[in-house]
């Protein structure tokens, strides 16, 4: 119970950055600025908590090519998603972002060589009917800004594949270093020249904020995966369909249509029946792996 605690926090957190995103550049900051501040806060966090207690060696990366392809597909997920926060409600982006299972699957097909049975072709078949469903191209109600996002779902789902590549392999406080103090230098000639300040103290404090919403949110999520497995992890991340309800009623005055509640429905579920059978056929080598040695 405490894992799943601690995943509902996390969960929360990084709804709070794009409420934060979405604040700031609807204040006015421009949009690389945002990440700009995202990641750069996230970095100096990051630094705090891990320097302590590792000193200079919480940097060595045992692959540093993919620790590097990674930060950049984390920072251009960021970079589509924030740009689409200023023009799409959260609800929508977040719909999309369900989406992750589905893409996930089938870049692990593509990259990692994994194999996908008919079951699963049908419920990312079924998953992409709901993504269809939210983005709605062919109604009134399309926005370009929707392409920003999916394009932000693409690299979080390589970065997600990237990151199980590296499960087990890297320590937490070196791909959080790598992560968001690559981005942090890389954004460094878009994010500073015409620098605006924020104009009220509410600005400030969510500019404060939302790199330490980051840092403590990603941290959350690997303390988590400590005391609970992946496997009863995962349905967790679609509470967030409840947080950015929640925030997009509460800080912007806005509710999802009936078209991004019902596609949001059908992505979870077919993300739930992805996770169950990744789950089962996790189990199921188990028990062939258990037997084979008790031989």
């Not at 995103?21 to 204040?27: D, F, H, V």
Request: charged share 10%; net charge positive; hydrophobic share 60%.
């Amino acid at each position: 119970m405490f894992g799943l605690g601690l995943m509902c926090i996390a969960m929360a957190l990084f709804t709070s950055i794009d409420t934060s995103a979405k604040w700031l550049i609807l204040s006015g900051l421009p949009i690389m600025q945002v990440v700009f501040v995202r990641y750069a806060g996230h970095f100096i966090a990051s630094l705090v908590m891990f320097l302590p207690r590792e000193g200079l060696s919480a940097f060595r990366a045992v692959h540093p090519g993919l620790q590097f392809l990674r930060a950049l597909f984390l920072l251009a997920s960021t970079a589509f998603n924030f740009a689409a926060l200023k023009y799409l409600p959260i609800t929508i982006t977040t719909a999309i972002y369900f989406a992750s299972p589905i893409v996930i699957t089938i870049l692990s097909v593509a990259f990692l060589g994994e194999k996908i049975r008919l079951k699963r072709a049908l419920a990312i078949l079924v998953g992409f009917v709901g993504v269809l469903i939210v983005v709605a191209p062919w109604g009134a109600d399309f926005h370009p800004a929707m392409l920003l996002s999916l394009s932000a779902l693409i690299c979080a789902s390589s970065y997600f594949v990237l990151t199980r590549r590296l499960a087990g392999v890297e320590a937490n406080s070196t791909s959080q270093l790598w992560a968001s103090g690559i981005a942090t230098l890389a954004l460094i000639p878009f994010g500073l020249p015409g620098w605006v300040w924020p104009a009220t103290v509410t600005d400030w404090l969510v500019m404060l904020f939302i790199g330490i919403f980051a840092a403590v949110g990603h941290g959350l999520a690997v303390t988590a995966h400590r005391y609970a497995p992946a496997s009863t992890l995962a349905p967790v991340t679609y509470v967030q369909a409840i947080y950015a309800t929640a925030s997009g009623l509460l800080v912007f005055g806005n509710l999802p249509g009936w078209g991004t509640a019902l596609g949001t429905a059908i992505i979870i579920a077919s993300g739930i029946y992805i996770w169950h059978r990744e789950r089962a056929l996790m189990l199921e080598r188990r028990r062939v792996e258990t037997a084979a040695l008790t031989r």
